[in-house]
């Protein structure tokens, strides 16, 4: 268990982007916020556009490569308008990233004045595979969690505002691949979040929106499918969706969408929120 900390960046925000100062909302209700969320697997920055450059490029995934440090600018650039992100494949300050902390580096890009790395597997100093956030709001709290499997894959969770029954929790995850994993990652997962009253998962699933691992999810939670697919990988030619986020019933999905940004093997999944009318976020 390890609480969020500002991580040396910024003071807490004192001007909120615009659509959090939108405290109207839309459609007339009043007292409501909308948020910008976005998920994006970034591949440590490795841009992939074929099948076979998992081969001729996959040293990438283990030494430096000049070519990280221009795709990581232009994934800072993507990010810009949004709120808060769920990133998973950074590198945690690993030799192959020139030792830089990944989402410490998008934070300080994209203006974003809170972030969290959450590293999930080490090979030595070279490698720090990790999950992130980073964020526009100060979370209460954030903890990390190995999920049930081989070594290597986790979850985060981030509590915004102070009290339990309207506070806002933002899980962010990374899927094993073999779906016996999943689904024993997903009934983990699904005992933290019971009884939390407003929660937002997002992550790499690595399963499609109709799998058996979904169907689970939303039947042992209150999470909701948004009932339609949107494509994210492969990214050069997407055919499946990987890349998922749901929201419970309460919470308003105004827009989802993946982004066509080829700049990984994934896309990156996008969605508008409206916030239900009395959700503190000390904002």
């Not at 991580?7 to 100062?21: C, Y």
């Not at 956030?133 to 979850?155: C, E, F, N, T």
């Not at 985060?156 to 929790?169: T, V």
């Not at 993946?258 to 959700?279: K, V």
């Amino acid at each position: 268990m390890r609480e969020f900390k500002d991580q040396g960046l910024l003071e807490p925000i004192a001007d909120l982007p615009e659509s959090m100062n939108n405290r109207d909302g839309v459609g007339g209700l009043a007292g409501q916020v909308r948020l910008k969320l976005a998920s994006f697997n970034i591949q440590t920055g490795i841009n992939t556009s074929a099948y076979h450059e998992y081969l001729t490029g996959g040293w990438r995934h283990m030494f430096p490569s000049n070519r990280r440090m221009g795709n990581l600018k232009r994934i800072a650039d993507l990010l810009k308008p949004f709120d808060l992100v769920g990133l998973q494949e950074v590198d945690g300050g690993g030799a192959r990233s020139h030792f830089i902390v990944q989402a410490e580096y998008l934070a300080e890009s994209a203006g974003f004045t809170h972030w969290h790395n959450q590293i999930n597997r080490r090979f030595g100093n070279i490698a720090l595979h990790s999950n992130g956030l980073l964020s526009r709001l100060k979370p209460v709290k954030i903890v990390d969690y190995s999920l049930p499997g081989m070594p290597g894959r986790g979850a985060l969770l981030a509590q915004f505002g102070d009290e339990s029954a309207s506070a806002l929790h933002i899980c962010v995850m990374h899927l094993a691949l073999s779906r016996k994993a999943r689904l024993k990652q997903l009934a983990f997962i699904a005992e933290i979040i019971h009884g939390l009253p407003h929660v937002v998962l997002m992550g790499d699933l690595n399963c499609a929106h109709d799998s058996p691992e979904i169907h689970h999810l939303t039947r042992t939670t209150r999470l909701c499918d948004p009932l339609f697919e949107v494509k994210t990988f492969p990214s050069w030619q997407p055919r499946i969706m990987l890349d998922h986020i749901l929201v419970t019933p309460e919470i308003r999905v105004e827009n989802l969408r993946a982004i066509n940004f080829a700049c990984s093997d994934h896309l990156p999944i996008a969605m508008e929120i409206l916030l239900p009318e009395g959700l503190r976020l000390g904002i």
